[in-house]
């Protein structure tokens, strides 16, 4: 588990944001229910298949740990993480204000943003799987393949990459993937390293700047004009995605 705090600058003020990624099977996660506002133990408890309650706590583990970075002092138990109509996350607390979340998860890793309302994040993990690669490619445009063939001699981790942006960009919306995917199209992908960054076509307030490490690319979508020192972030998504979870199953 590794948590922080990212400063996003903007030219009049700046904002904070936490940060939490967790790498944690089902067994290791019942260590963290003391976490759970008594709603989502309600919740969890009704969860009939493991891959989801595993799924379920590490985003709320990760949510949770975010906060408590931005707003130290609050019982986490307090913290009621519900989910909205189309299953967004919605932070409710007599004790904070304005506070929302962004979770993603994958395999046993999840990784959450917490930031306040005025200023929209959003993260995605995605696993680079080339089972899967079909499935990816075949969400892109012709101009975006285009965009990860100058970039990237890896098709499938290119293809993951603007994948992860997408997602991104659509939990900053709010509509996840229930939207047309012409409205998440980028514009541009450059890379640097084993980082790229990116803009869209058709929300230009937004832009994405991603990572990959390992099997694993994680993209975070942050208003354009925001800056912010990512690196924080990056090196704890790799040290956290190269970990073992603490328990064996
Ligand atoms: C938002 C979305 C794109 C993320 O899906 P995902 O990559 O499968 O899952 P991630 O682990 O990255 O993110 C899941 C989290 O996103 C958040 N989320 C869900 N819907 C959201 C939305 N509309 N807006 C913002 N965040 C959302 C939730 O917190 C969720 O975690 P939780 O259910 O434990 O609370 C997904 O909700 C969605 O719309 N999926 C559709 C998938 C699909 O159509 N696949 C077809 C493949 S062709």
Not at 67 to 90: H, K, N, T
Not at 96 to 112: F, K, M, P, W
Not at 121 to 139: G, H, Y
């Amino acid at each position: 588990m590794s948590d922080g705090l990212l400063l996003l600058n903007r030219t009049d003020r700046t904002f904070k944001a936490g940060f939490s990624i967790i790498k944690e099977n089902l067994t290791g996660l019942s260590q963290y229910f003391s976490l759970l506002h008594p709603n989502e133990r309600t919740y969890l408890d009704s969860l009939r298949f493991d891959r989801r309650r595993a799924s379920y706590l590490l985003g709320r583990v990760a949510a949770k740990h975010a906060i408590s970075r931005l707003e130290e002092g609050v019982g986490m138990d307090a913290v009621f993480i519900d989910s909205g109509i189309f299953q967004f996350p919605v932070v409710k607390s007599k004790l904070l204000s304005n506070v929302q979340v962004s979770i993603t998860h994958c395999d046993d890793l999840g990784l959450a943003l917490a930031f306040p309302e005025d200023h929209p994040l959003a993260v995605d993990i995605e696993k680079i799987d080339a089972a899967q690669a079909e499935a990816f490619e075949s969400q892109l445009t012709a101009e975006e393949l285009r965009l990860i063939a100058k970039v990237e001699p890896e098709p499938l981790i290119g293809c993951v990459t603007v994948w992860t942006i997408k997602e991104a960009l659509s939990k900053v919306l709010k509509t996840g993937f229930m939207i047309d995917f012409k409205v998440l199209e980028i514009q541009s992908l450059e890379k640097s390293g084993h980082c790229y960054t990116s803009e869209f076509i058709h929300c230009g307030q937004y832009r994405a700047v991603s990572c990959r490490h390992g099997d694993y690319i994680c993209s975070i979508v942050l208003p354009k004009q925001t800056s912010c020192d990512l690196n924080d972030f990056w090196l704890a998504f790799k040290e956290v995605a190269g970990m073992r979870s603490s328990t064996s199953e």
